[in-house]
């Protein structure tokens, strides 16, 4: 994997999807990192910089976007530098990984014009190297699950997102991959194309391997966050509406993973396993309107494979999660307290919202 120095450095920019192991993958490349330099690939970090405890590479990512966040794009073309400095002299191909890529967008028009000008934008930056981007695609209604789980979860600032069945009829534009794919070929000049369900077993090793370099003899990570459940999915979706911080939000997931609630919601839940998809044909319907985009995705990229994704199965599919009912709610309502930032402005508006709804409880009672 070394590089003839007397040409362009490579570069592997590994950009998602989000939802197929990326945070996974970075711990793991992190965790071995003198390892991959041994056999030619260098993981940069940020130093002198100090972006954030994150494995990945998402600052600088977000530098190039119109929501630069830890780094300036000074600052991070700064590090480009440092790392094809670097490269020159060792002979190493470089690997940043950052998920965000794949979701960024710069200045105005349709979104792949948008995406495309941010790709040009990061590619002008990288100009140095011989990039060879490289992107994991994922089941598309499994994608689609997980990355509406996710941002239920993790979105800054917190918000209530549409129902799932909301969701899937007007999708994030991340699910059409081939032309996402196709405009990310189009800027850099090549891409490599994975499927995340072919990695599963030993995600980074299998994900290093299609690369070409052997890890078997790497430090094994545990490093996959558990998703919410269906249930804490929707509980959580309804109160996002009255937190203000990333803080809160994490902190409303330790609430709702502690005993005392877990019971709550098993007693209000009691016939699990519960699923986000609405029913079996709707499940089956947005499969088959990814259908053609999918298949233009193996024509362009695995011609030799006679499908890219297995078949669900329905048998494996809950049943459909109702909305949490109001008891449940009014419990975790009393422990809010205890993870809310009292100083904040919008706190006030708390109270208030369940002042009103006991009232409206009070009257449907005594009508």
Request: neutral net charge; charged residues 25%.
């Amino acid at each position: 994997m070394l590089n003839n120095l007397s040409s362009r450095p490579r570069l592997y920019l590994h950009l998602g999807t989000h939802k197929t192991g990326t945070t996974a993958l970075q711990a793991f490349s992190v965790a071995n990192r003198d390892r991959l330099k041994s056999l030619g690939l260098y993981y940069p970090n940020f130093s002198p910089f100090t972006p954030g405890p994150k494995d990945g590479h998402h600052a600088l990512a977000h530098a190039f976007s119109d929501e630069p966040t830890q780094l300036s794009q000074t600052q991070a073309e700064s590090l480009i530098g440092q790392w094809h400095a670097e490269a020159c002299e060792t002979g190493l191909t470089v690997i940043i990984s950052a998920e965000a890529i794949y979701r960024h967008v710069l200045g105005n028009g349709n979104f792949l014009e948008k995406r495309r000008r941010y790709l040009e934008k990061l590619n002008t930056a990288l100009a140095d190297f011989e990039v060879i981007p490289v992107l994991v695609f994922r089941r598309p209604d499994d994608y689609l699950r997980s990355l509406y789980q996710e941002n239920v979860a993790k979105s800054s600032p917190p918000r209530r997102m549409p129902t799932f069945a909301d969701y899937i009829s007007h999708p994030p534009p991340g699910i059409h991959y081939t032309s996402n794919a196709n405009v990310v070929e189009r800027v850099f000049g090549s891409i490599r194309v994975l499927i995340y369900e072919d990695l599963l077993g030993a995600l980074g090793e299998s994900f290093y391997a299609a690369l070409g370099i052997d890890l078997s003899d790497c430090v094994s990570t545990q490093h996959v966050r558990p998703s919410l459940s269906s249930e804490e999915t929707v509980i959580k979706n309804v109160i996002n509406q009255h937190l203000s911080t990333r803080d809160e939000s994490d902190k409303l997931i330790e609430l709702l993973r502690t005993p005392l609630i877990q019971k709550a919601v098993r007693n209000a839940y009691p016939d699990p396993p519960y699923d986000l998809w609405p029913d079996l044909t709707s499940r089956q319907t947005f499969l088959d309107s990814r259908a053609d985009d999918v298949a233009q995705l193996r024509m362009r990229y695995f011609p030799e494979r006679a499908c890219l994704f297995d078949e669900w199965e329905s048998k494996t599919m809950g049943r459909p999660v109702p909305e949490p009912p109001q008891v449940l709610l009014e419990q975790i309502r009393t422990h809010l307290p205890s993870i809310l930032n009292p100083t904040d402005p919008k706190r006030i508006l708390i109270p208030i919202y369940w002042f009103r709804s006991a009232i409206k409880k009070l009257w449907r009672t005594l009508h």
